[in-house]
């Protein structure tokens, strides 16, 4: 059921944003329940820090603030109040900062910062995955908060999995201590890896707007299923 309810959504989403141009003869419904929280989308890296390279040249930071402005948009048609932490290809640190090394510390304060300003935040952190072998492939969320984030995450791994890949077996899993931006902030927080860019064939799918607006829309499906399910139970 929930499978069928995620897929009609996902449908409908994907409907939506092919169709978002007609969108304007519409007026726009606002559910007041999709209203009480705010999601952070945070689309990793930006500007000097371009995260994982492909063999092709694909650098992460782009396609990651593609998926984050689709899923933007996405949101905004459903009522659903966003701060995106970035809507350029620019890293975010402080002024008076100099080395990349101060650059990338800087910029994750600052994520940290603007993520911890938000009341009732949920973050959405999108970033690619990288991988010495060609061979893995598959989007993967993963959270830190086990009590708090562990739920959305199986929920955004299982709908991610219908609609971009049914033979995608990979699982929802707790990050690395060694992410420092997951490990610091307090509100409910899932970071998505949409893919492998050193799978050639993912890295070109990756690439294709189609691609990018049917994860968009998948994530964006999956929020909304839950918090309405989280709205009934
Ligand atoms: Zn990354």
């Not at 990651?64 to 350029?88: H, Q």
Request: net charge negative; hydrophobic share 40%.
């Amino acid at each position: 059921m929930v499978g069928l309810t995620l897929s009609l959504l996902a449908g409908l989403l994907l409907w939506t944003v092919a169709h978002r141009d007609a969108q304007t003869a519409f007026t726009v419904v606002r559910p007041k329940r999709f209203t009480a929280d705010t999601v952070v989308i945070d689309a990793g890296h930006g500007g000097e820090d371009g995260g994982a390279v492909s063999q092709s040249g694909t650098v992460e930071s782009q396609i990651n603030l593609a998926v984050a402005r689709r899923l933007d948009e996405i949101f905004g048609l459903y009522g659903v109040d966003v701060k995106m932490l970035r809507t350029e290809d620019a890293a975010l640190y402080s002024d008076g900062v100099n080395t990349l090394r101060e650059k990338k510390v800087s910029d994750i304060h600052n994520r940290v910062k603007m993520i911890e300003s938000v009341p009732n935040a949920t973050l959405i952190s999108i970033h690619q995955n990288t991988y010495p072998s060609t061979k893995f492939h598959g989007a993967q969320v993963f959270y830190s908060n086990e009590t708090l984030s562990c739920p959305l995450a199986q929920f955004v791994q299982e709908t991610l999995r219908t609609v971009l890949d049914p033979s995608n077996n990979r699982k929802a899993a707790k990050i690395s201590d060694s992410v420092y931006l997951m490990n610091h902030i307090s509100c409910r927080a899932i970071l998505v890896e949409c893919g492998f860019l050193s799978n050639p064939a993912e890295d070109e799918l990756l690439c294709t707007e189609a691609y990018q607006t049917k994860i968009a829309a998948a994530l964006g499906a999956a929020y909304l299923g839950f918090t309405q399910e989280e709205m009934t139970s």
